[in-house]
């Protein structure tokens, strides 16, 4: 037989986490697969910082971001400069993740040249085509597209078969998330920012920020900061960390409300390995993030979601992640109740993560090489124990 050449598309920071795991488990079966790796660079510097992370080095690079880019910008440019990319790489099929704007768009160009599109981080769904906006609908036509859904839960599972997916293209592997957290977090890490070190130090408890969304712009991010300092004021021995995201709307709301306060650090995005080492070290998350619903339950950290509605629905259920929108009373105690209820506070960060073991990446290419034909050692789907 020969090599499979299997081609992952991916372009925004969140993407390359979950995906650089599955091009490292490639790189195993150095006979069997030839990995093709497509970056379009919806995001420029903080995909960079996690494909050095990882040793990932691009085989094609689109190198579409720009200053003000709109989602008719990104679409356009992903859909044109990826035709170029599959007609000369020729692959056998393409792994796409997730929800992007460069999912889609590169679902719909493998279409465009009728190369089978597998789907990383298949099924989610909030059944809201505005939230998250536009990733709802994002994820929704590519499954409409893809041939092989790799779902990371069986919420995820269920949820295609709803839409009459064939069982017989659907399987549970987990989040790749949780195999990139096992390779980033390390005992005894130290930061080379001191002023993190001296934060440690201290001993106060914090509190991880970080916000946004597109739907929590102005007033919902302005309850939410308002709430935050509300808590800090009443709550001596807290401290607060905010990596600010780069959207300067974001940026001038922030500095308009957390600016001037002594215990609220704000710094700028962090790259991946200290960011998911700092959230093991903290004691509570603020976010309106999908994957750090992901992330942080699987290191024992309870998860206030600033957003009306999820797509990962798991974690809510399992009681490690509460939504809690943005209304400044709901945030105000939500975060009080559990910095003072140490009860409340064991119950969610001791609650069963259900977002993978591990093994995401080891199962989805076992599967592509079972599907094409090889024969692999035994593997079965990821279930929530």
């Not at 069997?32 to 970056?39: G, N, R, S």
């Not at 769904?125 to 990371?152: C, Q, V, W």
């Not at 998860?303 to 009373?329: K, Q, W």
């Not at 209820?341 to 259900?354: E, F, L």
Request: charge should be negative; proline fraction near 5%; hydrophobic fraction near 40%.
């Amino acid at each position: 037989m020969k090599k499979i050449k299997l081609m992952t598309v991916f372009g925004t920071r969140p993407e390359a986490i979950k995906m650089c795991p599955v091009v490292l488990e490639m790189r195993k079966y150095p006979d069997l697969i030839e990995p093709v790796v497509a970056v379009t660079a919806q995001h420029r510097e903080m995909l960079d910082q996690v494909l050095g992370l990882f040793g990932v080095k691009p085989d094609y690079d689109l190198n579409i971001m720009t200053m003000g880019q709109t989602l008719y910008d990104v679409s356009a440019r992903v859909l044109t400069g990826l035709k170029e990319v599959m007609e000369k790489a020729a692959p056998d099929m393409v792994l796409v993740h997730g929800d992007t704007t460069t999912t889609f768009a590169g679902a719909l160009a493998a279409f465009y040249t009728q190369i089978p599109v597998w789907h990383v981080e298949a099924g989610l769904r909030t059944g809201n085509k505005y939230s998250p906006y536009p990733e709802e609908m994002n994820r929704k036509l590519t499954g409409a597209i893809a041939d092989m859904h790799f779902a990371p839960t069986p919420t995820s599972k269920a949820n295609l078969l709803k839409e009459n997916v064939s069982p017989d293209a659907i399987m549970v592997t987990g989040n790749t998330v949780i195999d990139a957290l096992q390779t980033a977090v390390k005992a005894g890490y130290r930061f080379e920012d001191q002023d993190f070190n001296k934060v440690f130090a201290t001993g106060r408890r914090l509190i991880l920020m970080t916000t946004h969304r597109r739907e929590n712009l102005g007033e919902p991010m302005r309850h939410v900061y308002r709430a935050l300092k509300s808590v800090l004021e009443t709550h001596a021995d807290v401290e607060a960390i905010f990596p600010v995201h780069k959207n300067p709307k974001v940026r001038e709301i922030v500095q308009a409300e957390l600016g001037h306060l002594d215990r609220v650090h704000l710094i700028e995005p962090m790259d991946y390995e200290p960011f998911a080492n700092l959230m093991a070290r903290v004691d509570i998350v603020l976010t309106d993030s999908g994957g750090i619903q992901e992330e942080a339950p699987s290191l024992g950290k309870p998860v206030l979601v600033l957003r009306d509605t999820t797509e990962r629905p798991e974690a809510v259920d399992a009681g490690t992640v509460r939504l809690i929108g943005t209304a400044y009373d709901d945030v105000l105690c939500e975060t009080n109740l559990l910095l003072d209820d140490a009860g409340h506070y064991k119950k969610m960060a001791d609650a069963v993560n259900p977002y993978g073991d591990g093994r995401a990446s080891e199962r989805i290419i076992k599967m592509i090489l079972k599907k094409n034909g090889y024969s692999v050692s035994d593997f079965s789907e990821f279930i929530i124990n």
